[in-house]
Antibody, heavy 119, light 106 residues
Framework: QVQLVESGGGLVKPGGSLTLSCAASGFSFSDYYMGWFRQAPGKGLEWISY????????YYADSVKGRITISRDNAYNSLYLQMHSLRAEDTAVYYC????????????WGQGTLVTVSS | SYELTQPPSVSVSPGQTASITCSGDKLGDRYACWYQQKPGQSPILLIYQDTKRPSEIPERFSGSSSGKTATLTISGTQAMDEADYYC?????????FGGGTKLTVL
């Protein structure tokens, strides 16, 4: 079945860096746009970035622009999120999701990986 | 850019109908999606293109849109429907979420 599995979260100090991964299976990964989202503790969902199937189109939310880089490797069915200059407010569960069609729906979502930025 | 506004909370009695609204200046020109999120779980797509429901989603979930407001309706609400609900839409090339609505079934 279609599955997304995030990994790479953990505890990082302010100013540090971290790279998250999202492993896809059960569908033709190279045919789909993919996105990253996050949810701070007790807060709502926030979109942070998406990337087109061939990596030619990339967008970032203003809140993270300049501090994160989204990328993908279609040969390995994997999506990545490199995060730099991390701040306490970046503490959140990070989710990857598939952009399923041209009407803008994200489905499915991975189970999420927790990033904690703290000294 | 525009914002999507949802009520922070909605309460409903078991078996009754719950409605959750999502308003935004450009919603009349954009499709809305709805997601359900239960504590400790990842979001699940409930509704897309304003009114369409994935095959695995129960028929009691439905969506509608009028003017600048999209609405998620849950008919015959069950205790298991207690969750947070989020609307989502696009603004040109960026993705927007509403602030979320906590549905309480009591």
């Amino acid at each position: 079945q279609v599955q997304l599995v995030e990994s790479g979260g953990g505890l990082v100090k302010p100013g540090g860096s971290l790279t998250l991964s999202c492993a896809a299976s059960g569908f033709s990964f190279s045919d789909y746009y993919m996105g990253w989202f996050r949810q701070a503790p007790g807060k709502g969902l926030e979109w942070i970035s998406y990337i087109s199937s061939r990596s030619t189109i990339i967008y970032y939310a203003d809140s993270v622009k300049g501090r994160i880089t989204i990328s993908r490797d279609n040969a390995y069915n994997s999506l990545y999120l490199q995060m730099h200059s991390l701040r306490a407010e970046d503490t959140a569960v990070y989710y990857c999701a598939r952009l399923s069609d041209g009407y803008g729906r994200f489905d499915p979502w991975g189970q999420g990986t927790l990033v904690t930025v703290s000294s | 850019s525009y914002e999507l506004t949802q009520p922070p909370s909605v309460s409903v009695s078991p078996g009754q109908t719950a409605s959750i609204t999502c308003s935004g200046d450009k919603l009349g020109d954009r499709y809305a999606c709805w997601y359900q999120q239960k504590p400790g779980q990842s979001p699940i797509l409930l509704i897309y293109q304003d009114t369409k429901r994935p095959s695995e989603i129960p028929e009691r979930f439905s969506g509608s849109s009028s003017g600048k407001t999209a609405t998620l309706t849950i008919s015959g609400t069950q205790a298991m429907d207690e969750a947070d609900y989020y609307c989502q839409a696009w603004d040109t090339s960026t993705v927007l979420f509403g602030g979320g609505t906590k549905l309480t079934v009591l």
